[in-house]
């Protein structure tokens, strides 16, 4: 490779002499550069390809293609090692408090003492939620899912906050950004208050931050509840873990939200509609669903069994990850946090608990798993965590957006500064493979053309459709309620 190197104008390194060379069936060549991040990954630059070609490349799900330039949080999955802002997780967690990594997420450096106090009073003073938004709580059935809740008020907190379409005006992205911080708890406790029919608890400013979530989950006008330091210093490191995880679904869809210059609370109404699928920010509660599956310890070794049998639908779940090719580094921290949790509460009764710490041990002992770098990660020890905290399982996914909801903002924020210098909206390409022009057919001629065997639903068989399925869906409802209760 030539050294002779150039900046791109993302500070990236770019070559002005060695290029990958595209080749074309008609003969025709096009250079395409490298480029060079901090950490000495190459990627090649293909922003010039369709311009000046017409050619696009295929990437489904994005895996080989870098879609940003940021300096917020870098991944080596082979290494695991995971950084924010260079400073790297375990120390975070272990050292640091949930400031300490919010600001140096948002702000890019670690606050210094005067820093630190005074955006402490921008969090802090800021917590409440206008009670007109309260009353849109209301407005859901009394046992929705608190994340179908959380999509519908994040979005419509635009509505309260009037400055946030500024956001050509940097001290407004960054009002948004902390008040989106600040209130984030409030929402997330108001939405399981809720859908329990519990009543609501107001935030105590003289908590920090993971106390007072805790205070407005669990407190009772009734009584007094005094906040279990141990417990809200585990969610603390919960929360730091949890932060930011680089370019992931959710969080390439606040990117994306925002490219369009969409106000900052709907891009993260957006992020939180992507975390909730399983796929994603459900993989804690997947975790105790299988417990509940394996339901003993004495079915923990024919578990393991299926889980080597490739013809077996059966997976661990919160083993392995797909980034990280060694152990999870936020593993390490909530290993050690789920043990002292445990500990603390001396639970020794709880089924599934004694469950997931012989399956700990058993898999991080056998072989097979151990070879494959499948070892138990964050997710693993968060959802027994959040079990032993008394949080529910519908309640898990919305404790995972609340910790994101820093992650999401900063990431917001930085490409909010970039789309002022060069507005681009993303606009990914497609390959279509369908009907190519057609014409059309008059109503008289179709089923001539198409056959007699088109399939064709009456308004009767619709309406009697939708009714069995209504029906179904509401015996699963009352089923879940029964659960619930139980």
């Known amino acids: 490779m030539s050294q002779k190197v150039a900046a791109d104008g993302n500070n990236n390194k770019s070559t002005s002499q060695d290029c990958a060379v595209l080749t074309l069936p008609n003969g025709q060549k096009i250079e395409l550069p490298f480029l060079t991040d901090a950490a000495n990954n190459v990627f090649i630059d293909i922003r010039k390809l369709q311009p000046s070609t017409g050619l696009c490349t295929y990437d489904p799900g994005y895996t080989s293609t870098g879609s940003c330039n940021s300096t917020i949080t870098y991944i080596d999955g082979k290494k695991g090692v995971l950084l924010y802002r260079g400073y790297d997780i375990e120390q975070l967690a272990e050292e640091g408090d949930f400031l300490d990594s919010a600001y140096l997420l948002l702000m890019g450096e670690l606050p210094n003492a005067q820093q630190k106090t005074q955006f402490e009073k921008d969090i802090t003073m800021h917590t409440l939620v206008h009670e007109q938004l309260i009353q849109f709580y209301k407005g859901f059935k009394h046992d929705a899912h608190p994340m179908a809740i959380m999509t519908g008020v994040v979005g419509a907190l635009s509505a309260f906050e009037p400055y946030a379409s500024d956001i050509a005006d940097p001290a407004s992205r960054m009002r948004s950004c902390l008040r989106m911080i600040s209130r984030m708890p409030t929402l997330a406790a108001i939405a399981y208050r809720t859908s329990r029919g519990y009543p609501i608890i107001y935030p105590r400013n003289d908590l920090d931050y993971a106390s007072r979530f805790l205070h407005m989950m669990f407190a009772w006008p009734t009584q007094k509840y005094d906040v279990d330091p141990v417990l809200a210093r585990a ?241 699963r409802q009352v089923s879940c309620n029964a659960a619930r209760m139980v």
């Open 235 to 475: 969610l603390e490191k919960i929360l730091i873990l949890h932060m930011d995880h680089e370019q992931n679904a959710s969080t390439s869809t606040v990117r994306t939200a925002g490219s369009s210059q969409a106000n900052p609370f709907a891009c993260i109404a957006s992020g939180i509609a992507a975390l909730w699928g399983p796929a994603h920010g459900g993989a804690n509660e997947a975790v105790l669903r299988m417990l509940e599956d394996i339901g003993s310890k004495s079915r923990i070794p024919d578990a393991l069994a299926r889980a080597k049998d490739k013809k077996d639908p059966f997976r661990l779940m919160g083993f392995g990850h797909r980034v990280y090719k060694t152990f999870d580094p936020r593993a390490k921290v909530m290993r050690k946090v789920c043990h002292e949790v445990l500990e603390h509460l001396q639970i020794t009764d709880d089924p599934l608990l004694e469950i997931a710490m012989e399956l700990e041990k058993e898999a991080t002992l056998d072989p097979y798993f151990v070879q494959r770098g499948l070892y138990p990660n964050v997710d693993f020890y968060s959802g027994i965590v959040l079990r032993a905290l008394g949080v529910p399982l519908d309640m898990f996914t919305v404790l995972f957006s609340l910790a994101r909801t820093v992650g999401w903002v900063s990431q917001w924020r930085e490409m909010a500064e970039e789309q002022q210098k060069t507005p681009k909206i993303s606009r990914p390409r497609q390959m279509y493979n369908g009907h190519l022009l057609r014409p059309f057919v008059p109503l008289e001629r179709r089923d001539a053309e198409n056959g007699e065997d088109t399939d064709f639903v009456s308004n009767e068989d619709a309406a009697a459709a939708r009714l069995a399925n209504s029906m179904t869906l509401e015996n």
